[in-house]
């Protein structure tokens, strides 16, 4: 131990730290093997045939499964989900709701990105009037209920929101509708649907494991260095008093 004396204060801050440290690489660790099964799960789901909507209902994990849907929007009963931004510009996602008319279930569709440069302007967007066929499907968020806050109170349509709960629009609206959102794929009812599945993807994760792994290597190497040049700097001075006596 007279080789290696790091002082007080520095062995607290280690001892705080340097856990801390390793427990957040550990956790970028495992949320990018959770999005990794993710994307694995998207992938196999896009490659399946679409289901019905109807399915839906008895599907005990909808998330990212592909839906084929018949039927009509409600142009009435637009949401604009606002702050979306798509390659350095911002703008929003129309909403609208869906009747399939195989089940009659209404579903809320995301069709897509609209730029919205001047919010002085309301967005522009064109609504099919007769039926449509599209391919659409289920986005649940990552760990979490995709939820949506709707002002209900509210009689001017079309709405722009931050945040969209499905069920209270169905229960505003007085309709029996599907509790998630469904993104439209690529087609004539669709705008700009190049849909991220995840915000991060997991070789971000592996990066910031990669910088909290290195934060706490850093912080370990420099309470060694600390440690053994306290201990030399002690040792010289004691030399130095013993040699003073003598």
Do not use: C
């Not at 045939?49 to 399915?55: D, F, K, V």
């Not at 089940?103 to 967005?123: E, Y």
């Not at 709405?159 to 794929?185: C, H, I, M, S």
């Amino acid at each position: 131990m007279k080789r290696f004396r790091p002082g007080m204060i520095p062995t607290v801050v280690v001892a705080l730290l340097l856990p801390l440290l390793v427990s957040l690489g550990f956790w970028q660790l495992g949320r990018g093997a959770e999005k990794t099964a993710l994307l694995a799960s998207y992938a196999e789901r896009r490659a399946a045939e679409p289901m019905a909507s109807s399915e839906l209902l008895h599907s005990a994990d909808p998330a990212f499964r592909r839906v084929h849907l018949y039927g009509q929007f409600d142009s009435a009963h637009s949401l604009l989900l606002d702050n979306r931004q798509r390659n350095g510009k911002v703008g929003i996602e129309l909403l609208q709701p869906f009747q399939d008319r195989a089940s009659g279930l209404w579903l809320l569709v995301n069709r897509g990105w609209l730029s919205w440069p001047d919010r002085r302007v309301t967005p522009q967007f064109s609504t099919p009037v007769d039926a449509v066929s599209l391919d659409a499907w289920v986005y649940v968020a990552p760990g979490a209920t995709f939820q949506l806050h709707a002002d209900p109170a509210s009689s001017t349509w079309p709405q722009t929101v931050t945040a969209v709960e499905p069920a209270k629009l169905w229960q505003t609206l007085d309709r029996e509708g599907f509790a998630y959102e469904l993104r439209a794929e690529p087609g004539p009812a669709s705008y700009e649907a190049d849909w991220p599945v995840v915000a991060l993807g997991p070789e971000k994760h592996l990066g910031y494991a990669v910088q909290w792994f290195a934060m706490a290597t850093a912080l370990l190497g420099l309470y060694v260095y600390l440690g053994l040049h306290n201990a030399k700097e002690n040792h010289h001075g004691n030399g130095h008093e013993s040699t003073q006596h003598v």
